[in-house]
C-alpha cells in the first residue's frame, strides 16, 4: 500500500476535464454552504495537524422526477458509516460525515432506528419531570460525553446528501478542499453509491402519470412522452433507460485526493465473487484498500484487500466460539451465522465490527503518512 510519489499525482485533473458530468448536471444549492464550512473545518485541522477523514455513509437515490415522488434507492442504512465515525473520533481523527439524509448519525444512531423508540428510553420522574430511564443512564451518558466532546472540539462536521447528484458534487467538493492535508486526509467510502443514473436532460419535471405510457411504442421514447421514459410494445410498462454513473473513484484517485488514502467498500451478496471483485476495483481504480462485505454477514466479517498483501478477513467472535478476530476467514457453517445474527439481535452480542475494522485501517494510514513522508525527504 504505497503511497505515489508527486509525479504520479497528476497536478491536472484529467478524468474531470474528460467528463462532461459536472457540466451537465448543475450542483446542489447547499453547494456554496458546504464549502465555507468544509474549508473552516479543514483549515482548522490543518492547523493542529490533526488527522481527517471524510467518511460517506448511506446510500444514494435516483430521483425519476424533478419534483420527486418517485426514486431509485441503494440499501444502506448508515451503521457502518455512523459506527465507524465514532471509532475515527476515538482515534483522533477529525470526521467530516457525508451522509444520507435522515440516514443513523455516529452517536444518535444508538437511540434511534433501534427496537426501542427513543420514548422507551424516557422516564417520569416522580417531580413529573421527564428523565432518562435509570436503566440507560450509564450508556447514555458515556455517549452524551462523547457527542459533547466532538461537538465542542470541532471534530466532527455532518453534511447530507440525498440524490447520486449531490452526493458526487459534494464528494468532488470536500475531496478537493482537502488537498491540503496531503496525505493526512483519509476517505473512507462506506456510502452505498448508485451505478446508474438518469442524466438532467432525460428527467420529467412533473410525476410521471401511468396514463403517459402509450402503446404501441419502443424504447427511445417518443416526444409525447414524459423524458427518459419508454414503454414496450408488449403493454404499458415502465421502461426506464438508464446512463452508467462516471467512475468517480478513479477521478478521486487520481484527480481530487492524488496525495491522500483512500479506502472503497465493496458490497455483494455472491459469496463466491466477494474476493475477486475487491481485488477487481483495486486493480481498476489503483487505491489504497478495499474492504469487502456480504450483505448477509455485514456486521460479523469483512476481508481486506490491499496490494501486495494477503486478503486479511475480520470476524467478529461468533457463538462464543471464535476467538480469533483477524487473519484468515475462520470456517463457519451457516448455522454458526445464524446463531451468531441472532445472538446479535438479543443484544447478546455487542462488539461492533467497526471497533476492529477502524484501528486496522488507522494502522495502515500512519504507515502510509510515513511512507509519505520519506518519500517526500528523499526528494
Ligand atoms: C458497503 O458495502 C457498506 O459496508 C454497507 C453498509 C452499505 C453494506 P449499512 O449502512 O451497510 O451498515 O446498513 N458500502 C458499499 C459501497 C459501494 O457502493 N461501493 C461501490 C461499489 O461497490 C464503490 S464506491 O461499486
Redesign the pocket.
Known amino acids: 500500500m504505497e503511497p505515489r510519489t508527486p509525479t504520479e499525482a497528476s497536478d491536472t485533473l484529467p478524468e474531470i476535464k474528460q467528463n462532461s458530468y459536472f457540466d451537465d448536471n448543475a450542483p446542489p444549492k447547499v453547494l456554496d454552504s458546504y464549502r465555507k464550512l468544509g474549508k473552516a473545518f479543514v483549515s482548522d485541522h490543518l492547523q493542529s495537524g490533526r488527522r481527517v477523514v471524510l467518511v460517506t ?2 446510500g444514494t437515490t435516483v430521483p425519476l422526477e424533478n419534483q420527486t415522488v418517485r426514486f431509485i434507492d441503494n ?7 455512523a459506527t465507524s465515525a465514532e471509532y475515527f473520533l476515538e482515534n483522533g481523527y477529525a470526521v467530516i460525515f457525508l451522509h444520507r439524509q435522515y440516514s443513523l448519525l455516529p452517536y444518535s444512531r444508538h437511540y434511534s432506528h433501534s427496537t426501542n423508540c427513543f420514548l422507551d428510553y424516557m422516564a417520569e420522574a416522580l417531580n413529573g419531570e421527564v428523565m432518562v430511564n435509570p436503566e440507560y443512564q450509564q450508556k447514555m451518558l458515556g455517549v452524551l460525553r462523547k457527542y459533547n466532546a466532538a461537538k465542542n472540539e470541532n471534530k466532527l462536521l455532518l453534511l447530507s446528501y440525498t440524490t447520486i447528484n449531490e452526493y458526487l458534487w459534494e464528494l468532488k467538493e470536500l475531496a478537493m478542499l482537502m488537498r491540503p492535508l496531503g496525505p493526512k486526509a483519509l476517505f473512507y ?5 448508485s ?1 446508474f443514473f438518469l442524466p438532467k436532460d432525460r428527467v420529467s419535471e412533473h410525476k410521471i402519470q401511468s396514463s403517459d405510457i402509450k402503446q404501441p411504442v419502443t424504447n427511445g421514447a417518443p416526444t409525447s412522452e414524459p423524458k427518459g421514459i419508454a414503454s414496450t410494445a408488449s403493454g404499458k410498462k415502465l421502461m426506464i433507460d438508464l446512463d452508467p454513473v462516471p467512475k468517480f ?1 478513479k477521478t478521486l484517485v487520481d484527480g481530487w485526493a492524488p496525495e491522500g488514502m483512500i479506502v ?4 455483494e451478496t455472491d459469496p463466491s465473487l466477494l474476493v475477486s471483485k475487491a481485488h477487481q ?1 483495486l486493480d481498476k481504480y489503483s487505491h489504497h484498500l478495499v474492504i469487502g ?1 456480504l ?1 448477509s454477514t ?1 456486521k460479523f466479517e469483512v476481508v481486506f484487500a490491499a496490494p501486495e498483501r494477503e486478503e486479511q478477513w475480520i470476524t467478529v467472535p461468533v457463538h462464543r466460539r471464535v476467538k480469533s478476530v483477524t487473519g484468515a476467514r475462520p470456517n463457519l457453517s451457516a448455522k454458526d451465522w445464524q446463531t451468531t445474527e441472532q445472538e446479535w439481535l438479543r443484544g447478546e452480542q455487542e462488539l461492533e465490527i467497526e471497533s476492529l475494522i477502524v484501528p486496522e485501517v488507522v494502522k495502515m494510514h500512519k504507515e502510509f503518512i510515513e511512507k509519505s513522508q520519506e518519500i517526500k525527504a528523499e526528494d
Open positions: 455513509s448511506g440499501f444502506s442504512a448508515g451503521t457502518r458509516g467510502l462506506a456510502a452505498a453509491v451505478d473513484l472503497s467498500f465493496k458490497l476495483a462485505n450483505l455485514r
